[in-house]
């Protein structure tokens, strides 16, 4: 299955939350999409809820099915507790890093934003959302009037969302620095992530 490109409504509706930025349709239905939403009563299994729990990290990170399987695999074999390991390597990504320090509205505008070449990470170009960044990496606009106008722009809007606490931001200068891997406290606390290693345990 490829990256979700559908209605974004339908999908907050589903789960109940804001995956999506939320709009007055949301507000309006806050009930499952479909003519039987109001009242539709789904059978809850183990797998099915394992499943949304999967369903919903992977929206709301905007990755692909095959994306969001291979970063499981390569979490697992590294040292630690995996659901948190896996969880550290999306918040790790560089186009979520680009969304935290607000330098675009949603994760699909920074991942645009990173692919059409305007961050630099180390004083190189990078153009990989996928990108993983690692403590101590400088993440920059790159110094060029498209960039600083988009990011400005979008540091204007997201103002009043603070940046997350393992990273630094000097916004008069669109540079941040990684300074350390977040912990879980740091992280989405409505997702959890131990049901998605039983789901992949199956």
Known sequence: MSRYTGPTTRINRRFGQSIFPPNKAFERKPYPPGVHGPRLRRRVTEYSIGLNEKQKLRFMYGLSEKQFRLLFEKAKTQ?????EVFMQMLEL??????YLLGLARTRSAARQFVAHGHIRVNGKKVDIPSYACNPGDEVEVRDRT?????ATRSLEETQYRAVAPWLTMDESLL?????????????DPSINEQLIVEFYSR
């Open 93 to 98: 990504r560089l186009d979520n890093v680009v």
């Open 146 to 150: 498209s960039s600083k106008q988009l």
């Open 175 to 187: 540079r941040a620095q990684v300074n350390r891997v977040p912990t879980r406290e740091e992280m």
């Open 79 to 83: 040292r630690g507790v995996t659901g």
